[in-house]
């Protein structure tokens, strides 16, 4: 098993860069509220400091189909991340109005729907499970029950992407309990709110290639 990682919720272009440095699939940046809020020019920019080769998630909360679309267009998004407890069909309208790749993301709080997930899985790219905190989208810190998640998760019919409180002293352990495709980290690799630490960004990497699976 591989698995990417992807560093979110990135406020400054040498972050980006520094994630493409250390072999990042993915970069993120937040239009869904919060400290890490960019506007979607200003993401552009941000993102842009990945270079090519890399790919640019913007994450959403509840917005319309069309307010995303021109977000996504004007950041130059590959993928969409719904995170507003996104349905089948919020993720069908999304997809319609940019043609992007949709990432749904499930909020986890005690037990998982082995059915619900199914059923997002069928329309979404990717399922995301994430920490539910109230008040919060994401970008916490707090991580929820990796392995109760796991039964729910099963054999995933589409990628898996795990979020929520990871670090490098974490991250082996949720890739062990339930083998995601991708690895999303933001604040366990921050000195504050947005700004990413290089030193915690390597060492995020090393973790995930010392547990054997990083392509």
Not at 46 to 51: F, I, N, Q, T
Not at 137 to 145: A, E, K, M, N
Request: with cysteine; proline share 4%; aromatic share 4%.
């Amino acid at each position: 098993m591989r698995v990417e990682v992807k560093f979110c919720g990135l406020t400054r272009a040498d972050d980006a860069w520094i994630a493409a440095e250390l072999g990042a699939r993915y970069v993120g940046a937040i239009f869904a509220g919060g400290p890490r809020t960019l506007e979607p020019l200003r993401a552009r920019d941000v993102l842009d400091g990945a270079g090519s080769g890399v790919e640019r998630v913007g994450v959403f909360g509840r917005e319309s189909a069309a307010a995303i679309a021109i977000a996504a267009r004007e950041a130059r998004l590959d993928v969409v991340q719904l995170h507003g407890d996104p349905t089948p069909d919020d993720i069908a309208a999304v997809r319609g109005a940019t043609g992007a790749r949709i990432w749904a993301v499930v909020r986890v709080d005690g037990a998982l729907s082995a059915p619900a997930l199914r059923e997002l899985w069928q329309e979404a790219d990717a399922l995301v499970l994430d920490s539910k905190v109230s008040g919060a989208l994401g970008g916490t810190g707090v991580s929820f029950d990796w392995r109760a998640a796991a039964t729910a998760a099963g054999e995933h019919p589409a990628p898996l992407v795990v979020a929520g409180g990871l670090n490098a002293g974490n991250v082996a352990h949720a890739i062990e309990a339930l083998s995601p495709e991708i690895v999303d980290v933001s604040s366990g690799v921050e000195s504050s709110p947005g700004i990413k630490d290089h030193a915690r960004m390597s060492e995020f990497m090393e973790a995930v290639r010392r547990a054997g699976v990083l392509r």
